[in-house]
């Protein structure tokens, strides 16, 4: 059995903010301004080596904003995550929309006990929330098909991150509550990296999520200074 990776007060702060995760201009706005993009990056790079309907596993769904957009986009996807109440508004959100979509609470830890494979597994902005990245992305590792694939997206330990994701978005913007990161856990690309060889998963491509002023929204491009995205596959 897997030790599990679960900080009981991240996923206590997260379920409090269940109840306002879809709104658009709410506590997760910077996560609805980032969705389209990281969606796009994501289900591009599913299409080019999978079909259409391929399974999904979303681990750390939230409320399913992730979810939502790769079932819309044709996949059959499993959203799963730790905190009940935040499944629960996923499954409300989704309710009536016909997509391939379940969402179950729990962890993947659990999961991985279970010995289900999935040919792509997402945990987007999670494993800075982790008690143990390492560990965690074994357990990623451990839930992949033979030739699946692996996307994550995380936040660089730089001080230009400290200063735009931590000061900027949570006390000075207050686009995010405060606490919802600490910046000695964000992960570097190296750090990332490093984490995916020791899991038997080797990086392949990464790509950052940089905000523009002028369009009020993120955009996908090379600077991996705050918000970066990256893909890896099976050794």
């Not at 996923?11 to 201009?25: K, P, T, V």
């Not at 008690?131 to 839930?143: I, K, V």
């Not at 001080?159 to 207050?174: D, H, I, Q, T």
């Amino acid at each position: 059995m897997q030790s599990s990776s679960v900080i009981d007060a991240e996923i206590a702060q997260f379920n409090a903010l269940a109840a306002r995760w879809w709104d658009e201009n709410g506590p997760m706005r910077p996560l609805h301004l980032m969705n389209g993009p990281r969606a796009a990056w994501v289900a591009e790079r599913i299409a080019r080596r999978f079909p259409a309907g391929t399974r999904v596993l979303d681990v750390g769904c939230g409320a399913g904003l992730l979810s939502e957009a790769l079932a819309k986009a044709g996949y059959g996807v499993l959203g799963l995550d730790a905190g009940a109440e935040v499944i629960e508004a996923a499954r409300a959100h989704a309710a009536g929309q016909g997509l391939n979509l379940a969402y179950r609470c729990g962890t993947a830890e659990a999961l991985l006990d279970e010995g289900v494979k999935f040919p792509v597994v997402t945990a987007l902005e999670i494993i800075e929330h982790v008690a143990e990245p390492e560990a965690f992305l074994r357990s990623l590792a451990g839930l992949l098909a033979p030739g699946g694939m692996l996307f994550l997206s995380t936040l660089n330990r730089t001080p230009a991150s400290y200063m735009v994701a931590k000061l900027g978005a949570e006390y000075v913007l207050r686009l995010l509550p405060v606490g919802t990161h600490d910046w000695r856990k964000f992960i570097t690309p190296a750090e990332l990296a490093r984490h995916c060889r020791t899991a038997g998963l080797c990086l392949k491509d990464t790509a950052g999520l940089s905000f523009s002023p002028a369009t009020r929204g993120f955009q996908v491009g090379r600077d991996l200074s705050v918000n970066y995205m990256a893909a890896a596959d099976i050794l």
